[in-house]
């Protein structure tokens, strides 16, 4: 066995089908137009149709996904920039809290709200975290985790906002359909736009940051600043799905700078494999309805949480859409040395 | 304002206590140990079932707790740590993982509440000039400075010391000589969670054993560790001081529900300020900014 493993090795080669469907030549077959097509339209009307299907309990499980989809694309995005955040429960609080004080102290309706709260939550949060951009890798990580304790802290101690009781009987969506398209639709946008921006130039100068920004620096491209852009647009996301959460529950409360905020999106990136956007998307709706399922275990869900991150950064470290996409794309055979 | 000053001395030699763990193991292996907090709890924990399940007596329980955190400390290194060494970000989510998982694993148990807690070592206490403090403060206080002190002899005049900084300076050059690099980050993670259960079995005693203190520990360690520059232990205790006069200040004159305020709004304000701590020097440039 030993021998047989010298003399052949494993050789990845791209399916024929791929080779052939890069290229303009795709519109001449319907396979090869299918072989593109299904991979991108099958999920789209999947998650359309999911809501009329699930209705009740499961249908807020969908909900629920689709708010964790959003704050891991959110984090993907700030990640393929090289901005490492723990703490996309800071993101998810100031929409909240936005959103919250508005419907509260103003009466506006969440048709004005939310938007209001993703803009100006989407600002509030680049212009807090400014500052620290200069920061890289783990010291980045650390102030963002420090961020929502930060804020969560003082909110209790000032009692502004409610204090730790939280603002209550906010006024929610009216229509029934309006929570589950609306988290599906910003979803679907978010996932097929950032796709977009980080293949357009504007994506390939953020890629180059995370890779070597003194290279950028060098290019005379102004990092911070574009930072600053990046932070705004995964902030924007953020804050639009803690917004949505406010209205969908009719509460805020200090809890929306909780820990489950920061660690879920961080989980599910990894579990789908970062850097794809669809694999964040992919992971959160695998481990939501999974945990649900688990929900015998009621406290430990956190743990369960913990363990599935710990296996896959060890065990997975490409993540379950790198893995589908290779199959998908490439065969594999073994080759003599 | 006698008062401030022993209490804010006290105060600040418990946080050092708290970030000495944690400190050491990232200025000697590079390995932010976010499950620092974790550990922490868990060796109170540990300690509270050897004396009340195990029925071990006092004397025995707590060096048996500190030897038992050290063992887990290195079989962290040597189940996870070891496979994603070198990549700074996978090493902090899997630590911070780990330590979030013990701590709602402990909740999910039952651990909360009063129910937990370590017995004092020394009752009573003593008046200052009338100022009431207690022995077991005290005791905290006498064993901070002896440690901090070993801690010096022993990274400065130990061959084992010795070797930790050396890999902490240049790996490298430290593997040509002979240290192995795996095996003192797994001793550097072990002394780390040995001297969080120092801590854990000194300061516990005085309030509750309850899985929630864990992130507030991780907080003031990590706080600590970053204000005064994560790999410098003179920096650490001076940081200690500031952040615990804070902490004591606020909550004399503002209210003591501030308190946990001065430690983020420290990190905050001097990694947008001075990214490299007070005393950070190496690793200033290329890894922070």
């Known amino acids: ?337 | 304002m006698l008062s401030l000053f022993i209490y804010g001395v006290i105060q600040s030699v418990t946080l050092a206590l708290y970030a000495l763990g944690f400190s050491l193991t990232y200025g000697i292996s590079g390995v932010a140990n976010f499950a620092h907090g974790g550990l922490y709890i868990l060796s109170g924990f540990i300690a509270w079932s050897l004396m009340n399940t195990l029925r071990l007596p006092i004397y025995l329980a707590l060096p048996l707790t500190v030897v038992i955190a050290g063992l887990i400390g290195f079989a962290l290194y040597w189940g996870l740590l070891v496979r994603i060494r070198g990549i700074p970000l996978a090493e902090v989510v899997v630590t911070f993982a780990a330590g979030i998982a013990i701590l709602e694993f402990l909740v999910w148990i039952g651990l909360y509440g009063f129910y937990y807690n370590l017995p004092i070592f020394i009752k009573g206490g003593i008046e200052i000039q009338g100022v009431a403090v207690d022995y077991q403060r005290l005791f905290v206080l006498g064993i901070g400075v002896i440690l901090a002190v070993l801690l010096w002899l022993f990274v400065h005049h130990t061959k084992i010391g010795l070797a930790f900084r050396g890999i902490a300076q240049n790996e490298h050059t430290a593997l040509t000589f002979g240290i192995e690099s795996d095996w003192t980050g797994a001793l550097s993670l072990a002394v780390g969670s040995a001297l969080s259960a120092i801590a854990a079995v000194l300061i516990l005693p005085m309030g509750v054993l309850e899985s929630t203190v864990g992130y507030e520990v991780l907080i003031f360690a990590v706080a600590v560790a970053i204000v005064g520059g994560l790999e410098s232990i003179p920096g650490m205790i001076i940081a200690s001081f500031i952040i615990g006069f804070g902490q004591i200040a606020v909550a004399k004159y503002i209210g003591s529900k501030w308190m946990v305020i001065v430690p983020l709004g420290a990190i905050a304000f001097i990694l947008a300020v001075r990214p490299s701590g007070l005393l950070g020097k190496f690793k200033e440039l290329e890894e922070r900014v």
Request: one cysteine or more.
């Open chain 1, 1 to 337: 066995m030993a021998e047989a493993n010298l003399k052949f090795r494993r050789e990845r080669l791209d399916r024929g089908i791929k080779a052939r469907s890069d290229t303009i030549y795709v519109i001449s077959s319907y396979r090869e137009i299918l072989y593109l097509l299904l991979p991108r339209v099958l999920p789209v009307v999947g998650l359309l149709v999911l809501p009329l299907v699930l209705t009740g309990y499961w249908g807020k499980v969908l909900i629920y996904a689709c708010i964790l989809g959003l704050l891991a694309l959110s984090w993907d995005f700030l990640a393929s920039c090289g901005m490492f955040s723990l703490g996309q429960a800071f993101f998810f609080g100031v929409g909240s809290f936005i959103a919250g004080a508005l419907a509260k102290y103003l009466q506006w309706p969440p048709l004005l709200t939310i938007p209001v709260a993703t803009l100006g939550g989407g600002i509030l949060c680049a212009a807090f975290l400014s500052p620290v951009v200069r920061l890289r890798g783990i010291y980045f990580a650390m102030i963002t985790l420090v961020g929502p304790m930060l804020f969560s802290r003082l909110i209790i101690a000032t009692e502004y906002l409610g204090g730790s009781h939280g603002l209550s009987s906010l006024t929610p969506f009216t229509n029934k359909w309006v929570p589950p398209y609306l988290a599906v639709g910003a979803l679907l946008v978010c996932l097929f736009g950032f796709r977009r921006i980080i293949n357009e130039d504007y994506g390939l100068v953020l890629n180059a940051i995370r890779d070597d920004d003194r290279a950028v620096m060098s290019a005379a491209i102004n990092i911070y600043w574009r930072k600053i852009q990046a932070l705004f647009i995964a902030g924007s996301v953020g804050c639009f799905a803690g917004a949505f959460m406010t209205h969908q529950y009719q509460f805020v409360g200090p809890s929306a700078f909780a820990l489950d905020y920061s660690i879920l999106p961080l989980t599910a990136a990894a579990l789908g494999g970062a850097g794809t956007f669809a694999g964040a998307v992919f992971g959160s709706l695998i481990l939501v309805p999974l945990s649900e399922a688990l929900r015998v275990l009621a406290g430990l869900r956190i743990t369960f949480y913990c363990i599935v991150l710990i296996i896959c950064i060890i065990g997975l470290p490409e993540g379950i859409f790198h893995y589908l996409q290779r199959k998908y794309q490439q065969f594999e055979r073994l080759t003599e040395i």
